[in-house]
């Protein structure tokens, strides 16, 4: 079986994508809804990303809350989402294609296989609130210093890559609207970026040399922003769930009512219910 990950070739992509959603918005799709954009608490999240770092397409893999209830009342702080190389639904159907989506969403190893597989990850945080930039790095930074430590990887390495994660965040006002931008390469680097708003920077702004402090930044994350969990279980079970295979020919088949919706791996196509391509999702193609 073999997957690829998404090609670099935008307007296609899009336009293709755009065809789609118009399609399957008249018919009963069951792939669909696991690949879709979200909102929460007015932030939008893309299905789809090319993130700092990265010139891989990653796809939304699900968004969550940063919440705390007090006095009768909550305070929201944070919203975030987790984006992944496409050719992460491969490598997790190993263990996870047959698991129920509580099974996944309450499993500490599933999350695990997230953060420390080889594909690439993309994490967006978008403020609710205004906090300031020395208090969130020291909360994160304590976050993952427990984390590298209890899994004996608090090296020199990853001990230099916080001390300039948290000089990154030094004088910064993280205000309401404000994003932090974290990519996670399947190489040793990770890419840290901040923009003013929701959008998604080219390129970023710091870049540490230990993938372990970004494998633990996901994992704080996903604990921090506890709703996320169950959206990320609910769409990649989805995606496994749904009418979708892997064919001979190294396509993507999903049947959608009376169709069947093709991504090839050949040059694009405009077609729908047909055997040829929609649209091309690259040459990168990882055996499993």
Known sequence: MKFTSLSNSVPVFLTSLFIFSLYVDKCDATFWPYIKAIEIEGCKFRPFVTPPGSTQMLFLAGSGVKEEFGDSKSMKYSSCAIYLQPTCIAYLAKTWAEKKVVDIAQSLNFFMDIATGPFEKYCRITMLE???GEDYAAMI?????????NSNKYTETAKAALTKF???FNGRTLASGSSIHVTVSTSNSVTLAFTEDGSVPKQGDVTLNCKEVGEAFLMST???HSTIRESMGSRISGLYKSKFNFDSKDNINVDIGKS???LGIGTPNFN??????IFNLGTDKPTV
């Open 260 to 262: 069947n919706f093709h």
């Open 166 to 168: 948290t000089e990154a």
């Open 222 to 224: 996903i604990s921090l």
């Open 141 to 149: 930074t304590k976050n993952c210093e427990e984390m590298l430590k």
């Open 130 to 132: 205004s906090a300031k």
């Open 272 to 277: 729908l219910g047909t055997a040829k391509s």
